[in-house]
């Protein structure tokens, strides 16, 4: 090989191996394939029920505790009664109902818990006052009589770091309970497709009972009953259904012995509550809703 030929092969090799190691600086040479990906954490599930703590007390009205450290109810979300009581809790009821028969003259005010997006699956104001009547029905079994209870309801921000329901005793110039008026919620009533025959779920049954009382202790009111339809057939048709599914709830009432006027309307399609563009949206536009005015 000639001189000059030598010479310009040991350049060719160094601009070459320069060129190899400034492609390696930069992350761009072929051992690097592709980039390496960094999968995300995993979203923490949220807890959807009440934690179940060992705090669990009967408190006096100065703040005493007088059955104390006992294990907490528990509930899962939307629903009102305790899931899975253990012998714990059976235990605590049992010694709260033994102070209260000791001392006739204490009542209790029970206190539920629940979320404000909670949904209320109940017929009572709210899921925490449902709560507090579930466990006022087991000291009622237990012999303590409903009118030596009070209840209430109260939001939380966060149901695990909360005791479902909170026991606490009464001053004796509280007691009696007074007697709470019966409320009134709204309420829907459902129809199957193209029909006006329906048949009453345990829900409505107890709303309906409800509902007697409030119109027995409120004589004056006016019960406001209005149908409505999912978006099939044409309005005229559906506004006549509509119609008939308000009559039809109106004759249920009146026949269970609700003593109270009774307006009936109809709006056929035109106020849907959900799409119609899906099969469930449809069933919850088919209702007659009931309402006090």
């Known amino acids: 090989m000639r001189p000059f030929s030598a010479i310009l092969f040991l350049l060719l090799l160094s601009f070459l191996w320069a060129l190899g190691h400034t492609m390696d600086w930069t992350g761009r040479n072929h051992h690097d394939l592709a980039p390496k990906v960094v999968a995300p954490a995993p979203t ?17 009205f100065n703040g005493k505790s007088l059955i104390g450290d006992h294990e907490q109810f528990e509930f899962a979300a939307g629903t009102k009664t305790p899931k899975g009581m253990s012998a714990a809790n059976h235990k605590f009821l049992d010694q709260v109902a033994t102070y209260l028969k000791a001392n006739p003259k204490a009542n ?57 329901v909170s026991f606490n005793i009464l001053k004796a110039a509280e007691a009696p309970v007074a007697k709470k008026k019966t409320s009134f919620e709204d ?11 329906f048949t009453p779920s345990q829900q409505l049954v107890n709303w309906a009972n409800q509902a007697k009382q409030y119109f027995a202790e409120n004589p004056g009111k006016t019960l406001y009953l209005t149908g409505h339809t999912d978006s099939d057939g044409n309005p005229t048709y559906n506004r006549d259904l509509g119609m008939r599914r308000a009559r039809a709830v109106s004759t249920y009432l009146s026949n269970l012995g609700i003593k109270a006027k009774i307006n009936v309307d109809s709006k056929g399609d035109t106020q849907p509550v959900a799409s119609n563009g899906t099969a469930a949206g449809k069933r919850q536009n088919r209702r007659v809703n009931a309402r006090i005015n």
């Open 108 to 164: 209790i005010k029970l206190t539920g818990k629940y979320l404000r997006n909670e949904k209320n699956t109940s017929i009572q104001d709210n899921m925490g006052i449902a709560r507090a009547a579930a466990i006022r029905d087991l000291l009622k079994k237990r012999g303590i009589a409903t009118n030596r209870v009070e209840l209430a309801g109260q939001v939380v921000k966060d149901m695990p770091t909360n005791e479902p």
């Open 187 to 197: 309420m829907d009533f459902y129809f199957p497709t193209n029909s006006d025959q």
């Open 44 to 60: 923490p599930t949220p807890t959807t029920k009440f934690v179940r703590g060992t705090d669990l007390r009967l408190i006096n």
